[in-house]
């Protein structure tokens, strides 16, 4: 079982920087690991992952403005947010999945492991 808990979110303006962090209770080296938003409204959507080598994915609609990092020994996993954007307003999640790969096709419900959300709202 690994528990997740984020933090780092608030408020920010347009072209601006947040960094989202989030502390999970055991090694997730092993794990896909990734950031998730939700609008309100909208579908829970996936927009950067980190699998158990270090590859990097992101949504098209993030790349080039989120980086995600993941630190294994002291287990945590960080969303630098560059260039906010109000579209980029959500609830951002971090999960995890037994499915290491991070595979494209990994749904919501292959993440087992979830945190309790950090507000971001971009004015």
């Known amino acids: 079982h690994v528990q997740l808990v984020e933090s780092g979110g608030g408020s920010g303006q347009a072209g601006g920087s947040l960094r989202l962090s989030c502390a999970a209770s055991?090694?997730?080296?092993?794990?896909?690991v990734a950031w998730f938003r939700q609008a309100p409204g909208k579908e829970r959507e996936r927009v950067a992952a980190?699998?158990?080598?270090?590859?990097?994915f992101y949504s098209s609609s993030v790349t080039g403005r989120f980086t995600i990092s993941k630190d294994n020994a002291k287990n945590t996993l960080s969303l630098q947010v560059n260039s906010l954007k109000p579209e980029d307003t959500a609830m951002y999640y971090c999960?995890?999945?037994?499915?290491?790969?991070?595979?494209?096709?990994?749904?919501?419900?292959?993440?087992?492991?979830w945190g309790q959300g950090t507000q971001v709202t971009v004015s």
């Open positions: 980190i699998n158990k080598y270090g590859n990097k």
């Open positions: 055991r090694n997730i080296e092993f794990y896909c």
């Open positions: 999960a995890a999945s037994f499915f290491g790969y991070c595979y494209p096709t990994l749904r919501v419900a292959d993440f087992g492991y």
